[in-house]
Every structure is written in C-alpha cells, then in structure tokens.
C-alpha cells in the first residue's frame, strides 16, 4: 500500500503553463508535411497549414511553441523567409539531411500558425552565423508599430499592425552547433545580442539566454555570474536515452524490460538536473527572477527504419507517454524555477505527439499524456508526501511512482500518478487534508504491453479511459494504479 498525504493547506507556487509548451524546428517532416502543406495541396488544409493536425493542437491547448530552431536557427537567416514565396531563396539545411530548405515556412506563416493554434510565439535567434543587426531587425519586423525601414517591410509584405512577441531566445546551444562557443565567450556575446533586442511599445520581451547541456554546471555558473542580470530565463536541454553513450541509440518500439527501465532511469534524472542547475540559480538569483527554460526535453532513441536518419523520425510507444508524464510532475514540482519546457518536437520528430503520412495522422501516446495533463495549465501546485516504493532491475533500482497534484481555480485537485513498474499494481492510499472531497474519478493510459503504440492502421490503441475502482472513504481516496500506467484523478 502506498500511503499518501495531500496536504490542501499548504500551497505552493503556481504551476506556469508554458511548462507544457512545444517545440517545432526545420527539421526533417516536422514543419514541411507536419504543419505547413501548402494551399494547393490535397491535404485538407487552412491556408496552408493541415486542418487536421491544427485541430489536435488546439485540444491539448498548447502555451507556446518555440521556432525555427534548434540547431537551424543559428543558421537561419529570417530575411530569406519573408515576402513573396516563389522569389524566397532556397538554403542547405546542412545540420539536417543536407536538403533543400525553400523558406515556405517564414515569419509570417509562424505567427498564423500560433494564431491558429493558440499558442504564445517564442522565436530563437541567430548568434551562431548572424549578425546583432540582423537580430535586432528580426525583432523591429516584428514588433514595431510606427514607421521604420523594417515595419515598412512588413507593411508591404501584407502585415500592417505589428505581432506581439513575447519570448525570444538568444541563439541555441552555443556550446555547440550554435558557435561551439566557451561559456565565457557566449556570456559576452548574449549581452551584446541581448542589448539589441528591443521593446518597442508596449512589446515586453522575455529574454532567454542559450544554457547548458545536460550536467554542464559550469554554463549555468558563468551565464548567471556574467549576464544573469541581463537575462529572463536561461534554457536546459536534455535527451533522455537507453544510454549516455550516443552510439547506443536504442529502438524506440522493439525493447525489452532493460530498456524499459533505463530510460525510465534517464528520465528521473531531469530531477537531478533541475536541482542542481536551480542552485546554482538560485545563488545568483535567490529571488528567482530567472526561469529555468527546459527548451528541449524528451526521448532520443535509432530512427525508424528506413527513414532519413537526418529526419530523426521516431515511434512512440506506452514507455514514452511515462517519460512525458515523469518529466511534467518534475516541472510541476519545480514550478518555482521551471517557468517554460518544449518538448523536442511537436510532429513527426524525435517525442512526438502527432505522426502524419501523407494524408494521415496519428495521436501519439505522448499526445495523451499533453491532454491529460493540461488540467494543470496554470493550476496551485500542492504539497505531496509520500515513499515510493522501489521498482528494480538487475541490482539497480528507481521509484515505482512519480506523482505531482494541483488545484485549480474552480477548487478542483488533480493528483497525476505514474506507476512505472511493468507488473506490478500499486495499491493507493491518499489521505486528504484541509479539504472536505465529495467525490472522485480518475482516467489512465496503460496497455498490456511496455512497447503498445498507436499505428495509422490502428490509431486508437492507446488512448485516455476511464479509471475503474478509485473510491472516497471518509478523507481518503483509495483505488489500484495497474502496472505500466499513468492516472490523472480528480477529486472535488
Ligand atoms: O531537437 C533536435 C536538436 O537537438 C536541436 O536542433 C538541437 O538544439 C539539439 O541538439
């Protein structure tokens, strides 16, 4: 029996919405086939962009969605994807398969996708091969109201009133495909590109400086010591693998339980990360002024076969809609630092939460997790005590359970549980505190098999059911979590 305390009186901070944002970069079907299909395309389409895929985005509500990269955007040169489509050169997306980018996909096409889906832009600019002028542009293109040569460009590309942009990232891993810079260099350079990106009238920008990768503490020290005044939030970007070393990659379908385990394990190291990287944050900043940005996160596993390995085309399964589960109750439970996460990527790249192939389009299970979570969009985080029991294999051992819990603004709690065992029940007991429960319910994703998946012949595999069995006695919600699931309980 797992026994469990929430304690309804003691609240924490707010859990910031944008921890459930996107990613989406030039990079293999993601943008081209994924979102943006032209509007002469049999693909039925709203002006360009899929019906399809833009109607599954607006259900899981997605917050903000970072573009155009990634390593693309600091090669990306936004003047190339602006005004009429067929005088818009062509580039090499050279970090990508080497193909033919036709810049289709501009500013403009950005900023109405995010309009149609409903989501908050957050651009990622150019330090790596592009100038502080050129970013300084980009940002008067886009924001500025009265007349200058680059609100005139706009005009007369079809755009009379300016976007508002909120969130801007000053170049991506600069350590590496972003410049293969010294963390001293960048903290430099950050604040000479930093100091260009302007406000212009009431456009307040969110400055995100490029962090570090994974466990390179020393990024996050000198970025806060040298410009954490300068800056509104500083990314993370972590991978979770089979393995440390790059050249196991892992099928992202076909595992056993090791497998099954270890990402788990690589998963719940993202706790780890956060810690260790919000105190080095927090000696600069005590406050906590800066958020901890984690702008790519998710699951990196062999592409699959047959595919482009530049494209980095991947299968999700059951395992990874626990490891996008695993991953939200850590931001939850930091929600005091972590202000932002973009799951790396939106479609048909690396975790996806929507696979297209020509006119179809499949959910992943990964989607379902982003619906079932959205719940804490915004949401109280409350306090949580609990000992998970372990779950171990082969001499090593991991919690059984992950778990993070929220209220909303009409009252309601929602307590979202993992049970990463693949067969074992975890029995629950979870006795609520400073609130009087009239009633519970619960909904779950589980399969019986570790590896299920939604395929486009059999799209509805995994999806969100009901949850049988989850009872109020007295102040205690009671009820059985199968192996291998993810729950989300709502108790008002
Ligand atoms: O998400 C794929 C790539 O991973 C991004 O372009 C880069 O920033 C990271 O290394």
């Known amino acids: 029996m797992v026994k469990m305390i929430l304690n309804t ?56 969605l970072r573009w155009p990269g990634g390593c693309f955007a600091d090669e990306y040169h936004w003047m190339d994807g602006i005004g ?13 398969g080497g193909v033919v980018e036709n810049n289709h996909f501009g500013t403009h096409e950005f900023f109405e996708f995010c309009q149609l889906i409903g989501a908050e832009p957050y651009i990622c600019g150019n330090v790596g091969s592009g100038t502080v002028q050129e970013m300084q542009q980009w940002v008067e293109y ?4 009265g007349k200058s040569p680059m609100a005139d460009l706009r005009r007369v590309n079809g755009k009379d009133e300016p976007w508002s942009l909120k969130y801007f990232g000053v170049g991506n ?37 490029g962090g570090a990768s994974v ?16 800056m509104d939030g500083l990314s993370l970007h972590y991978y979770t693998r089979i393995s440390k070393d790059w050249s196991k990659q892992g099928s992202a379908t076909e595992f056993k339980e090791n497998e099954w385990f270890s990402v788990l394990q690589n998963a719940f ?17 005590p406050e906590k002024k800066v958020g901890l940005i984690v702008d790519e996160w998710g699951t990196w596993f062999a592409v699959e076969p047959g595919t482009n390995p530049g494209f980095l085309y991947q ?124 009633y519970a319910t619960g909904s779950i994703i589980t399969s019986h098999e570790i590896n299920a998946k939604n395929t486009f012949d059999a799209p509805n595999n995994l999806v969100i059911k009901c949850l ?17 699931s993810v729950v989300m309980l709502e108790i008002v």
């Open 315 to 438: 299968q999700n399964t059951l395992r990874d809609a626990i490891v996008a589960a695993v991953h939200f109750n850590i931001f939850n439970n930091h929600c005091d630092r972590v202000q932002m996460a973009n799951i790396a990527q939106m479609i048909n790249v690396l975790q996806a939460v929507i696979l297209t192939e020509g006119q179809k389009m499949l959910l992943t299970p990964t989607y379902h997790i982003f619906d079932m979570y959205k719940v804490h969009h915004g949401a109280r985080l409350l306090s949580m005590e609990f000992e998970s029991p372990d779950y171990a294999l082969g001499g090593d051992k991991i919690s059984q359970i992950s778990v993070s819990s929220s209220q909303d603004k009409e009252g309601k709690i929602h307590i979202s549980i993992c049970n990463l065992s693949p067969w074992q029940d975890a029995d629950i007991d979870i006795d609520i505190r400073g609130f009087a429960p009239r």
């Open 84 to 96: 009429p489509k067929e005088k818009r050169p062509c580039m090499v997306n050279t970090h990508w």
């Open 215 to 230: 466990d390179d503490y020393h990024w996050t020290e000198v970025l806060m010591r040298e410009a954490g005044k300068q």
């Open 269 to 285: 190291y993202m706790e780890e990360l956060v810690n260790r990287h919000a105190t080095i944050m927090d000696k600069y900043d």
């Open 9 to 64: 009186d003691i609240k924490k901070g707010i859990i910031n919405k944008n921890i459930y944002g996107h990613f989406a970069e030039h990079l293999g079907r993601c943008i081209y086939e994924g979102i943006w299909v032209g509007e002469d395309s049999q693909i039925p389409n709203i002006k360009g962009f899929r019906t399809d895929v833009v109607e599954a985005l607006r259900k899981i509500k997605i917050p903000v």
């Open 173 to 209: 891993e600069n350590w590496g495909c972003g410049g293969n810079m010294r963390a001293e260099y960048y903290a430099d350079q950050y604040k000479r590109y930093a100091t260009y990106v302007r406000n212009f009238g009431d456009n307040k920008i969110y400055k995100i400086a």
């Open 142 to 145: 886009i924001t500025f109201d």
């Open 468 to 484: 049988e069995g989850i009872g109020l006695v007295n102040n205690h919600v009671v009820g059985k979590l199968p192996p291998k």
